[in-house]
């Protein structure tokens, strides 16, 4: 018998778990990936993921001390 694997992608860039490292994530309940490169986007501007993350308008982006 052959399995079929799924391939993981990144939320934002698409990006296959074969072509960048994903981050395994968990958002009002329901899995999702993000690759190292956008991670940024998720952490600075949420509001980036606007449709491609259900529910990313409620997120806030990251208060910085600066």
């Known amino acids: 018998m052959n399995e079929t694997k799924n391939i993981n992608h990144c939320l934002n860039c698409?990006?296959?778990?074969?072509?960048?490292?994903?981050?395994?994530?968990?958002f009002a309940g329901k899995p999702a990936f993000?690759?190292?490169?956008c991670l940024p986007v998720l952490i600075h501007q949420p509001q980036k993921l606007i449709g491609k993350l259900e529910g990313a308008e409620?997120?806030?982006p990251a208060?910085?001390?600066h």
Do not use: T
């Not at 698409?14 to 968990?26: G, I, Q």
């Not at 993000?34 to 490169?37: D, K, P, R």
């Open 14 to 26: 698409n990006a296959s778990e074969n072509e960048m490292p994903l981050v395994n994530l968990v």
């Open 34 to 37: 993000i690759c190292s490169s």
């Open 58 to 60: 409620k997120i806030s």
């Open 63 to 65: 208060k910085h001390d």
